[in-house]
């Protein structure tokens, strides 16, 4: 397998242990993660939040919206893992697998 067969599906991420309470801003919990693949790169690889909970901060003209007024929205975002903090990739050879359409994916905070 190379790693650009990844690309577009649900994999199973062992992320290492000295990450683990870093990884929250992400809305990332624990170091055992489901997550689509989005790209891959000599750094890193690319994964897929469908759901990360963000403060809307600007209105449509983009003016600041008071702290008081803002609203949290579902946005889909993406993360690069730098790989050395990956212990492993696990990938099921099922076309169930191909992309997860469950949300939120486990291993992710919503």
Known sequence: MRGDDLLG????????????????IFQIKGVNLWAVVTGIENEGIWIENPAYELGIWWDEKGNLIPPDEQVKENVKSNILIFWRYI???????????????????PGFDK
């Open 87 to 105: 212990k492993g990739i696990m990938d099921v050879e099922d076309e169930r697998f191909r992309k997860g359409k469950k949300r939120p994916l």
């Open 9 to 24: 599906k649900l994999v199973l991420f062992k992320l290492s242990d000295e990450i683990k309470n870093d990884f929250g």
